[in-house]
């Protein structure tokens, strides 16, 4: 007897290939809202329903409905944009959300605070700058992440293109997305073939791809459930790519059949195979996906339950070629390179820490907001997002250099970060995110002051450790891969993850669980007391707690939850 199908597969299914009744919900003005069914299928063109949850409480006792508003993220493959498009963002933000851009951990943009009746409007101001959100969000192929590079090497131009090769061939056929925001004329008859690849029901959950130039794993492709490892002759071109399936970050707390997991390396492809690789992994998983229990529907939970060999000889069967045995390679870091690079071409590359992906102009702080906006007014290059929520202002001429530097110090937009800081990030969380237990973009910094004034007590000021927290178990910020994990249980309390590789290719451990500000100062302080005075030489922190006894060390799958809690004081 086969099982039912969950609930979002009979509303992808009735929906009219993403139509839902989306266009007449946007005209009831008695609502911010739109329909529940419709809350599910207006993730597939870029944007979630949310509410003010700070302004809960109070609404309710006035009767009032939720401060209901969208939040609308944009499909950017690499997350390359012109200074025009910045531009166009910028006025998006002040003029319809909540005058702020947030840099997402999926190298592009997002606005909030855009409520129902700017909606149309946004979306075709968005269209105006060549740029769109469709399969941003959803039970499709996300945002495609690829390697930023400063030098701009022949290999990340490859896996730029890789990148956008990949997102444009797996985006929706649907054309609802221009009959609902940009007033296309509804396409009569042929329904039957308008989504070659991802059929009536698209996936059974989200998919997320991104393509690596080792040694920088900034995209974090042991996180992913697919992805393109470039591996380089001795001229530097790309003669292939290892492939890797089966990451994922979320899980549900007290739910020990959920877990995050690090992708395996299946094997190798030549660089025209590529593409074909990647639909051959998206309809596999679309046909052996889990869609009758959504938490147990990624691709993950698939590799698990069928095997990689098996999974792998279904890819092959499907592009009618055997892949090859993986390739050597090396990951040393996950992280950004800031300050100045120049490149062979005379021209000059800027990354900037962006402190949570959050740009907004701060009171008697830094105005991010409007300092990017003159920046890009002069630019001459393009901007670069990174996945780890900061940017590069890329191709600088020299002529431009000079200007540029003066609006960074104008506008406060170089930031003398500790270590601990700059390898920091945060989800948003609250007060937006429905699914969050706890703060995360609104607490992180404040944390990581009390944590700077340790390690500097320590002497470890200035070493690179990577620390990340989440509102909620479901991962967006990739906590399960941070030296130091932070992920929100309830109010004020959190989890504490250690043990992750910092080059992200092994997964964290849980340390202590429901932990309070002043006990995660406590639970740290020995132990950065105990590494600063027993770690090895180039010892990481995530490396030193697994060799130290400290915690133990995650293989993959359900061991994420086997073996948790401290194994052994820490010796200072």
Same mark, same amino acid.
């Given at each position: 007897?086969?099982?039912?199908? !969950?609930?979002?597969?009979?509303?992808?299914?009735? !929906?009219?290939? %993403? =139509?839902?009744?989306?266009?007449?919900?946007?005209?009831?003005?008695?609502?911010g809202a739109i329909t529940e069914d419709d809350q599910q299928l207006v993730k597939f063109h870029g944007m979630y329903l949310q509410d003010d949850r700070d302004l809960r409480a109070e609404r309710t006792k006035k009767k009032l409905e939720k401060a209901y508003s969208f939040m609308i993220r944009l499909r950017i493959p690499g997350g390359v944009c012109t200074p025009a498009q910045w531009l166009q963002l910028d006025r998006i933000a002040r003029e319809y959300a909540n005058g702020t851009l947030r840099l997402t951990t999926r190298q592009t943009f997002q606005f909030h605070g855009v409520i129902k009746a700017n909606l149309k409007a946004t979306m075709k101001a968005i269209d105006t700058a060549l740029l769109d959100t469709l399969a941003a969000c959803g039970d499709v192929n996300r945002n495609v992440l690829a390697s930023t590079n400063p030098h701009q090497s022949r290999a990340?131009?490859?896996?730029?293109?890789?990148?956008?090769?990949?997102?444009?061939?797996l %985006?929706?056929?649907?054309?609802?997305?221009?009959?609902?925001? %940009?007033?296309?004329?509804? #396409?009569?008859?042929?329904?039957? #073939?308008?989504?070659?690849?991802?059929?009536?029901?698209?996936?059974?959950?989200?998919?997320?791809t991104v393509v690596a130039v080792p040694p920088s794993n900034e995209v974090d492709i042991f996180a992913q459930d697919l992805g393109f490892i470039a591996i380089l002759d001795k001229t530097g071109e790309v003669k292939g790519w290892n492939v890797t399936v089966g990451g994922g970050m979320g899980m549900t707390h007290g739910e020990e059949d959920?877990?995050?997991?690090?992708?395996? #390396?299946?094997?190798?492809?030549?660089?025209e195979d590529a593409l074909a690789v990647a639909e051959a992994v998206v309809t596999v998983q679309r046909d052996w996906g889990d869609r009758t229990l959504r938490k147990h529907a990624r691709l993950k939970y698939t590799i698990e339950d069928r095997g990689l060999e098996a999974f792998r000889a279904e890819v092959e069967r499907r592009i009618g070629k055997t892949l090859g045995k993986p390739q050597p390679f090396r990951?040393? !870091?996950?992280?950004?390179?800031?300050?100045?690079?120049?490149?062979?071409?005379?021209?000059?590359?800027?990354?900037?820490?962006?402190e949570n992906g959050r740009l907004r102009d701060i009171p008697g702080g830094p105005s991010l907001l409007t300092g990017f906006r003159r920046i890009a007014e002069i630019h001459d290059g393009e901007f670069r997002l990174t996945a780890n929520q900061n940017v590069i202002v890329a191709n600088v001429s020299p002529e431009k250099r000079g200007q540029i530097e003066a609006l960074v110090e104008e506008h406060g937009l170089t930031s003398h970060a500790t270590a601990l800081r =700059?390898?920091?990030?945060?989800?948003?969380?609250?007060?937006?995110?429905?699914?969050?237990?706890?703060?995360?973009?609104?607490?992180?910094p404040s944390l990581v002051t009390a944590?700077?004034?340790?390690?500097? %007590?320590?002497?470890?000021?200035?070493?690179?450790?990577?620390? =990340?927290?989440?509102?909620?178990?479901?991962?967006?910020?990739?906590?399960?891969?941070?030296?130091?994990?932070l992920v929100g249980k309830g109010p004020g309390r959190y989890n504490l993850y250690l043990g992750a590789a910092f080059d992200g290719s092994r997964l964290s451990k849980l340390y202590a669980a429901d932990l309070q500000h002043d006990e995660i100062i406590a639970a740290l302080d020995p132990l950065f007391a105990a590494y600063a005075h027993g770690r090895k030489p180039a010892e990481r922190f995530g490396d030193f707690v697994i060799r130290a006894g400290i915690v133990a060390a995650t293989g993959n799958g359900q061991d994420f939850h086997a073996n948790t809690g401290p194994l052994a004081e820490a010796a200072e």
């Open positions: 007897m086969s099982k039912e199908l !969950s609930r979002n597969e009979r509303i992808k299914e009735a !929906s009219g290939y %993403l =139509r839902g009744t989306l266009a007449e919900g946007l005209t009831d003005i008695v609502t990340h131009a490859a896996a730029l293109d890789l990148a956008r090769s990949i997102s444009e061939h %985006l929706p056929q649907t054309p609802a997305y221009r009959e609902v925001w %940009l007033d296309g004329e509804k #396409v009569v008859g042929g329904e039957e #073939v308008i989504e070659p690849v991802y059929g009536r029901t698209y996936l059974p959950r989200k998919f997320k959920t877990y995050p997991r690090t992708a395996d #390396v299946m094997g190798f492809c030549r660089p990951f040393d !870091s996950n992280g950004d390179r800031y300050g100045w690079v120049e490149g062979e071409d005379g021209r000059s590359h800027l990354t900037l820490f962006i =700059r390898n920091a990030m945060a989800c948003v969380a609250l007060p937006t995110c429905g699914l969050a237990l706890a703060e995360s973009e609104r607490y992180l944590l700077e004034e340790r390690l500097s %007590l320590r002497g470890l000021a200035e070493d690179e450790i990577t620390i =990340r927290m989440t509102g909620c178990p479901n991962g967006c910020a990739r906590p399960y891969i941070a030296e130091i994990g």
